[in-house]
């Protein structure tokens, strides 16, 4: 039997982090759903196309190959992680990732995933639509100044420039924009675990996850 696990949360409360470790833990592929979204927005906008012109993004998402290597997304055939994580691609993606029928698209691709491969997810939307049957769900929160620091440490570690104070405002904007669409908002499944990340490190949340794992493999 195929095993998903189902990691959901805000921007910055850890997920990617955390969900890779978990990953080789199992030995599950990490799927990294933001990734995907981020794509559609980085090449949406090289193209000069907006979030309105539904039908052109369609059309391109079905020119893209996405998989995934050691963690990073692969987007025809190239390592485009890098890119995806500037901030100009975190200051448009949501309007991308509201549109319902871009949604549909990826959703379709990460559910082709969990068939083929034992998986581990993080999104906005995994435990509540795209890995609805899963056993294992996950919600990870954490306060939004939290957040905005491990983003903050993140971007300088990439010698990216960037202010504590932008980051948090688009932290804020966008747990309000993800939380509040019409589509598939960002919201704790009924059955998942919630973990307030505040003050944890990044092994104490590894070990709660992989824990509850184990005890539900084993019943
Ligand atoms: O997790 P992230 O910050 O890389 O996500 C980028 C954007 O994509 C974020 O604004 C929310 C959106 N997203 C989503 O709507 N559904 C998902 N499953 C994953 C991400």
């Given at each position: 039997?195929?095993?998903?696990?189902?990691?959901?949360?805000?921007?910055?409360?850890?997920?990617?982090?955390?969900?890779?470790?978990?990953?080789?833990?199992?030995?599950?592929?990490?799927?990294?759903?933001?990734?995907?979204?981020?794509?559609?927005?980085?090449?949406?906008?090289?193209?000069?196309?907006?979030?309105?012109?539904?039908?052109?993004?369609?059309?391109?998402?079905?020119?893209?190959?996405?998989?995934?290597?050691?963690?990073?997304?692969?987007?025809?055939?190239?390592?485009?992680?890098?890119?995806?994580?500037?901030?100009?691609?975190?200051?448009?993606?949501?309007?991308?990732?509201?549109?319902?029928?871009?949604?549909?698209?990826?959703?379709?691709?990460?559910?082709?995933?969990?068939?083929?491969?034992?998986?581990?997810?993080?999104?906005?939307?995994?435990?509540?639509?795209?890995?609805?049957?899963?056993?294992?769900?996950?919600?990870?929160?954490?306060?939004?100044?939290?957040r905005a620091e491990r983003r903050f440490k993140e971007l300088k570690a990439r010698n990216i420039e960037c202010s504590y104070n932008e980051i948090l405002k688009d932290?804020?904007?966008?747990?309000?924009?993800?939380?509040?669409?019409?589509?598939?908002?960002?919201?704790?499944?009924?059955?998942?675990?919630?973990?307030?990340?505040?003050?944890?490190?990044?092994?104490?949340?590894?070990?709660?996850?992989?824990?509850?794992?184990?005890?539900?493999?084993?019943?």
């Amino acid at each position: 039997m195929r095993i998903s696990v189902a990691i959901d949360g805000p921007a910055g409360a850890g997920k990617s982090t955390i969900a890779k470790l978990v990953a080789k833990k199992f030995n599950l592929m990490y799927i990294n759903t933001g990734a995907m979204y981020r794509s559609v927005a980085l090449v949406a906008d090289k193209n000069g196309l907006k979030p309105e012109n539904k039908s052109e993004i369609l059309k391109m998402i079905k020119t893209l190959e996405m998989h995934f290597e050691n963690d990073d997304l692969y987007l025809n055939g190239k390592n485009v992680q890098d890119e995806i994580t500037m901030p100009h691609i975190n200051s448009i993606v949501s309007s991308y990732a509201s549109i319902k029928e871009i949604r549909e698209e990826l959703v379709e691709l990460q559910r082709e995933m969990s068939k083929k491969f034992d998986v581990i997810m993080d999104g906005r939307d995994i435990g509540t639509v795209v890995l609805k049957d899963s056993k294992f769900k996950f919600f990870l929160t954490a306060t939004p100044e939290e957040r905005a620091e491990r983003r903050f440490k993140e971007l300088k570690a990439r010698n990216i420039e960037c202010s504590y104070n932008e980051i948090l405002k688009d932290i804020i904007r966008r747990d309000y924009e993800d939380s509040t669409r019409a589509i598939d908002p960002l919201k704790k499944a009924e059955d998942a675990v919630e973990i307030d990340t505040t003050g944890l490190d990044i092994n104490e949340v590894t070990d709660k996850i992989c824990d509850e794992i184990n005890l539900k493999l084993n019943k």
